[in-house]
């Protein structure tokens, strides 16, 4: 099996193992508050960050773990962030939805639905300004294009040409609506177009897919051909959020996007190529959990705030 595949399943796992142990750690009462896990998307963050640099700036959502990751933020930062620990990122006061870490070129996620975008043109405006070079990426949900904000956002990216790139998610739902009730465009990388930018549809279960146009909207972009519209098609394969049943899904849907995931198919190349690549596959895994077991404690021992300090970094 091709090397890079190794290297998608690596990082795709260690993603997917982070995410299950964050469920572990909330149903055990270690992470408070609610989370949103992108298990089944993973390929999006890992394709697309490969194709960044450090001097980028990421946006994400409140579906973000995976883009952190991938951006290179420590294990243990996260986990203990999470925990609401005196994490180095944000000392547990952002906690799973709203966290940062612009030294990693992270940005930070956002709640609001579509909130992100125009914080991510506005970066795209500064380094426009600047002359640095920097690209603006923004990952958003398929749901997020019906805003207001992500309407003006588009717009302005291409009157000025800056150098966005908007990742769309389109796991096809929003909470609990499916897109087909939302939507009456086949595509949403067709709404590029009154935009006035390149609009593509790709298979975002595939980082390598990902990755190449990531790759070519980042060029574009830095070369001041402003911003482009990525749709990466995906799966969610967990509910919306910690505590979603998913009562509302058709039957039979979870198992056949389960199929098409993309560790599931990594898995499904290595078996046709024989026991060698699978076991390659069983080590990776091992690995992985061994990491994620290290990395939870060392969130363990980072020690909470200090109740002293609960007014710092309040305007009043
Ligand atoms: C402005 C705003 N409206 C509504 C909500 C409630 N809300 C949270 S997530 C969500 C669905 C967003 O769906 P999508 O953009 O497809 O992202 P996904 O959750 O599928 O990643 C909604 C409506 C919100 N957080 N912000
Ligand atoms: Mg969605």
Not at 211 to 233: C, Q, S, Y
Request: charged letters at 25%; hydrophobic letters at 45%.
């Amino acid at each position: 099996m091709a090397i890079g595949r190794e290297e998608d399943y690596r990082a795709i796992a260690t993603i997917r193992a982070f995410e299950e142990r964050c469920m572990n750690l909330k149903t055990a009462g270690e992470i408070p508050g609610s989370i949103h896990l992108c298990d089944g998307q993973e390929a999006i963050p890992v394709g697309a960050c490969r194709a960044l640099e450090p001097r980028d700036a990421v946006t994400v959502t409140y579906r973000g773990h995976g883009w952190a990751i991938a951006r290179g933020l420590p294990l243990v930062a996260l986990f203990s962030e999470l925990m609401g620990r005196d994490s180095e990122l944000n000392g547990g006061r952002a906690g799973s939805p709203f966290f940062s870490s612009p030294a990693h070129g992270f940005l930070g996620e956002n709640s609001i639905v579509a909130g992100g975008m125009p914080m991510a043109v506005g970066a795209a405006l500064a380094a426009a300004h600047d002359g640095s070079g920097a690209v603006s990426i923004v990952s958003v949900g398929d749901g997020a294009l019906n805003q207001g904000a992500a309407h003006e956002a588009l717009n302005f990216a291409s009157v000025f040409s800056l150098p966005l790139v908007l990742v769309v998610e389109n796991n096809r739902y929003s909470e609990m609506t499916p897109i087909r009730d939302m939507v009456r465009v086949e595509r949403l990388a067709d709404r590029a177009a009154a935009y006035g930018m390149p609009g593509v549809t790709i298979d975002g279960n595939d980082a390598a897919i990902v990755e190449k146009a990531v790759h070519d909207a980042v060029a574009r972009a830095r070369a001041g051909g402003g911003p482009t519209l990525i749709e990466a098609d995906t799966e969610r394969l967990v509910g919306h959020y910690s505590g979603d049943l998913q009562a509302y899904r058709p039957s039979g849907e979870v198992a056949s996007a389960r199929e098409r995931e993309p560790l599931a198919r990594i898995r499904r190349a290595a078996a046709e190529e024989g026991p060698d690549a699978v076991a390659r596959l069983d080590a990776i895994d091992l690995e992985v959990s061994a990491l994620i077991d290290a990395a939870v404690k060392g969130a363990r021992a980072v020690p909470y705030p200090d109740p002293a300090t609960v007014r710092e970094h309040l305007y009043a």
